[in-house]
């Protein structure tokens, strides 16, 4: 009755952002992501009949503010007659900073309590059921790049591309810290509500998505970067166009984007990607990380950086 797993956030480089039906979070769009190696979310779930609760600890400090969400996921994996769970959750990473920590502490959550309640469920339930929590988890189950489908009435998802099949590296610039002021679920579902690009948005993501699906099975990095990048700005231009507007960006992520057309008019081969939050991903080949990472270092208002190559999906741990 006792399980741990360990999952990786992952970086959407075809966004998703928009919700189809917001109760079972079925996307609006599609999206494209790769799954991280070294950041990662470890989470342990015990089942415990002798208590009346739920529990959950983020990194030894109790989190009760975050827990219904939790327990709800509990709920809709293992069904509302479940004995109560201890959960206990570290992060190697800004927590809710625009880093998809929500992506990997669900994706590794649905791991280990399937694990600990002795339930068999193949990737793709787990996946689902970690992407009606938060639907950016059900990528983290797999690893390399990894597609989550437009579907009309359920959640699709697979992985496209090993990790190792076409090495790359992501150096993230941190330049905040605390939790960022509007949560990504709020954000996005002002944006389909009152922003005028919205249904643009929706309209033009297949097209993104064929060029980057195309790109990836070419080993194409050129046109990845440019559609990434694209694609990005796009999803951020909702989030300004939302009334109130809803600005993640700081000094710092400016400085960092421009640290990134620095290197790339100097031939670097990297591009960068933002979420709901002010961090700045710059994703490059291998040859590059450490001019990258060493220029990032260098950009006002950079507080620290951290450096991944891609990696695998959730998985249990063979010890709790």
């Known amino acids: 009755m006792r399980a741990s797993a360990v999952a990786q956030p992952n970086i959407a480089l075809i966004k998703y952002w928009g919700k189809r039906d917001i109760v079972s979070n079925i996307p609006a769009v599609g999206s494209l992501s790769i799954t991280l190696a070294s950041l990662e979310t470890r989470m342990t779930v015990e089942f415990e009949k002798g208590i009346e609760s739920d529990s959950l600890s983020v990194n030894h400090e109790p989190a009760e503010r975050l827990l219904p969400r939790v327990s709800r996921c509990l709920d809709d994996l293992l069904g509302p007659g479940r004995a109560p769970a201890v959960i206990e959750s570290s992060c190697n990473f800004p927590i809710a900073a625009g880093l998809a920590s929500s992506a990997s502490s669900f994706a590794a959550l649905v791991v280990a309590a399937s694990q600990a309640a002795g339930l068999q469920a193949d990737t793709l339930s787990l996946a689902r059921s970690a992407g009606r929590a938060s639907g950016s988890a059900a ?182």
């Open 139 to 320: 990528r983290s189950l797999y690893g390399g790049f990894v597609e989550l489908q437009a579907s009309e009435s359920e959640i699709l998802v697979e992985s496209i591309l090993d990790a190792d099949a076409w090495p790359m590296e992501v150096v993230v610039a941190i330049n905040a810290k605390g939790e960022k002021p509007v949560s990504s679920g709020d954000a996005m579902n002002l944006s389909a509500k009152t922003s005028p690009f919205y249904s643009s948005w929706v309209e033009h993501q297949d097209q993104d998505l064929r060029v980057a699906r195309a790109a990836v099975a070419d080993r194409d990095f050129m046109t990845l970067a440019a559609i990434s990048e694209h694609n990005c700005l796009k999803m951020h231009s909702l989030m300004w166009t939302s009334r109130p507007s809803v600005v993640y960006w700081n000094k710092a992520t400016l400085a960092c984007m421009e640290t990134i057309r620095r290197l790339q008019n100097d031939g670097v081969p990297v591009f960068f990607t933002i979420d709901a939050g002010p961090q700045v991903k710059a994703v490059c080949l291998p040859a590059a990380a450490k001019q990258v990472r060493d220029a990032l270092r260098e950009t006002d208002g950079v507080l620290d950086t951290l450096q991944s190559s891609l990696g695998g999906g959730a998985h249990a741990l063979d010890k709790p």
